[in-house]
């Protein structure tokens, strides 16, 4: 069964890090874009951040305003996984995390959660002191 897996969710003081993974099983992440939203209590889901595919020839990524410049979204191929580095964390990144796969989704559209494909289970984050 075909499955994306999130992880590295937890409670953090405001200006701290996490680093949230997604590990795919029975299928290879290359060849899907993939996407990482949020969600808030009473708030619709957020792209937050964005990798092409890695078979592409014009690899990129994308963020969100509210976090460019703090979040990092990075591949590990060896370990079928992508990462989420979160530094400088605030009260307002407070959230459940969830991560997608797409084939088809490109930089144009990937804050369009209905693009994607395969979706993970969400994982919880909390900025708090």
């Known amino acids: 069964q075909v499955q994306l897996v999130e992880s590295g969710g937890g409670l953090v003081q405001p200006g701290g890090s996490l680093r949230l993974s997604c590990a795919a099983s029975?299928?290879?992440?290359?060849?899907?874009?993939i996407g990482w939203f949020r969600q808030a209590p009473g708030k619709e889901r957020e792209g937050v951040s964005f990798?092409?595919?890695?078979?592409?020839?014009?690899?990129?990524?994308s963020y969100a305003d509210s976090v460019k410049g703090r979040f990092t979204i990075s591949r590990d191929n060896a370990k079928n996984t992508v990462y989420l580095q979160m530094n400088s964390l605030k009260s307002d990144d407070t959230a459940v995390y969830y991560c997608?796969?797409?084939?088809?989704?490109?930089?144009?559209?990937?804050?369009?959660?209905?693009?994607?494909?395969?979706w993970g289970q969400g994982t919880q984050v909390t900025v708090s002191s």
């Open positions: 997608a796969a797409g084939l088809l989704v490109t930089s144009s559209d990937y804050d369009n959660p209905f693009r994607y494909e395969y």
């Open positions: 990798i092409t595919r890695r078979d592409r020839s014009d690899t990129s990524t």
């Open positions: 029975k299928f290879t992440l290359d060849y899907y874009a």
